[in-house]
């Protein structure tokens, strides 16, 4: 079962698409107005611009979401003093700079040593945080991605699988 | 193989995609050609705003010709005005006649931006008087008051910035304000 919250932003961001396919239609009470003078060519342009953008925003949300689930996992197992090697890997990690530890190269690194069978899944993880990086720092350069293409579609997928397969343990 | 009924949506997206008998009615090649010939009075009307230059030789005035594609009327050819002025370039490019709420738009463009000018009804003195939105109140849904029908007389005009958005009329001196506009910012 997926994650409540990337259920609800799936379904926002759905919302939002047929909005915005409406809104761009002869069927909205404003289309007269607000696409006075213009070609159907040009409002296809404008249209699909915005459902790439939607698209994108969406995409963020779902990694912001991923983001504070590891972290919170991160506290939860630290407070909760679990006797499994990941929660006293974290642990360890506490003891020396409590909650300034990077989500890559802290938390993800010790899911990845200390949880079996999460290596590949982390790796993905941490190829698709690049892309939230460029997302969410003004999207200046170029990223250098391990696949070509992510979209809301695949990061949704990819938060899924997380939600699914790795326990992470939520506050009580 | 299964005879079910199709669904709604789907049947009525396929409905959308049939030509429509009012659509099939309309002569294409008779709304391409009054388009053509109100951009030819387009150029004529700039022609004489522009002669004291363009006759000293300060402004050199030249047509291309543009390919330019619209839904129902397919590709075919227009002109595109280019105007010269020392290293600037200034042209007034064709965009279509299929287009929401007019009959045909011609962009200025140049180095520094683009404007527009729109052929519109010349009975309409901006978007307000072109747009008629309609409210339901108490939870009933609006009544849409058909249009009268008459015939329109379309006019080129300048379409001024946001909120005002007016249709003016294409003057010499506000000409001159869009070409220095486009071309020097």
């Known amino acids: 079962m997926a994650n409540a919250a990337i259920v609800r932003i799936a379904e ?15 069927a909205s009470p404003s289309f007269q107005e607000r696409f006075f003078g213009r070609t159907p060519e040009e409002i296809s342009v404008e249209l699909a611009a915005r459902l790439e953008e939607t ?16 972290r919170v996992d991160y506290e939860q197992r630290c407070q909760a003093r679990m006797r499994d090697d990941l929660s006293r890997a974290f642990r360890a990690m506490y003891k020396e700079r409590k909650k300034k530890v990077g989500l890559e190269e802290d938390i993800f690194e010790a899911w990845k040593d200390e949880w079996p069978g999460s290596r590949q899944l982390i790796g993905s993880l941490r190829g698709a945080f690049k892309f939230r990086h460029w997302l969410a720092h003004g999207r200046y350069w170029k990223p250098r991605l391990a696949r070509t293409k992510y979209d809301f579609g695949s990061v949704y997928g990819l938060a899924e699988d997380v939600f699914n397969s790795l326990p992470l343990c939520e506050p009580d | 193989m299964s005879t079910r009924a199709p669904r709604n949506d789907f049947d009525e997206f396929v409905r959308r995609q049939q030509v429509s008998s009012t659509v099939a009615e309309i002569d294409w090649e008779k709304e391409r050609d009054e388009w053509l010939d109100y951009l030819n009075l387009l150029y004529k009307r700039v022609e004489a705003f522009l002669t004291t230059y363009t006759s000293s030789g300060q402004i050199v005035l030249e047509y291309r010709n543009v390919k330019l594609n619209e839904e129902n009327i397919g590709s075919y050819i227009a002109r595109k005005m280019v105007l010269r002025i020392g290293r600037q370039e200034v042209s007034l490019v064709p965009v279509g006649t299929l287009l929401i709420g007019c009959k045909g738009r011609v962009d200025i463009v140049g180095p520094a931006g683009k404007a527009r000018v729109l052929l519109v009804d010349s009975d309409a003195s901006g978007l307000a008087a072109l747009v008629h939105v309609s409210v339901g109140t108490g939870g009933k849904i609006p009544v849409f008051a058909e249009p009268a029908s008459r015939t329109i007389k ?19 001196e506000r000409l001159f304000d869009l070409i220095m506009e486009v071309a020097n910012g």
Not at chain 1, 55 to 70: C, G, H, P, Q
Not at chain 2, 154 to 171: D, G, L, M, N
């Open chain 1, 55 to 70: 698209d994108l925003r969406s995409a963020l949300a779902i990694f912001s979401t991923v983001e504070a689930a590891f």
């Open chain 1, 12 to 26: 926002y961001h759905n919302d939002v698409i047929a909005s915005l396919r409406l809104y761009f239609s002869d």
């Open chain 2, 154 to 172: 379309w006019a080129w005009r300048i379409v001024t910035r946001p909120p005002e958005r007016r249709f003016v009329e294409i003057t010499q």
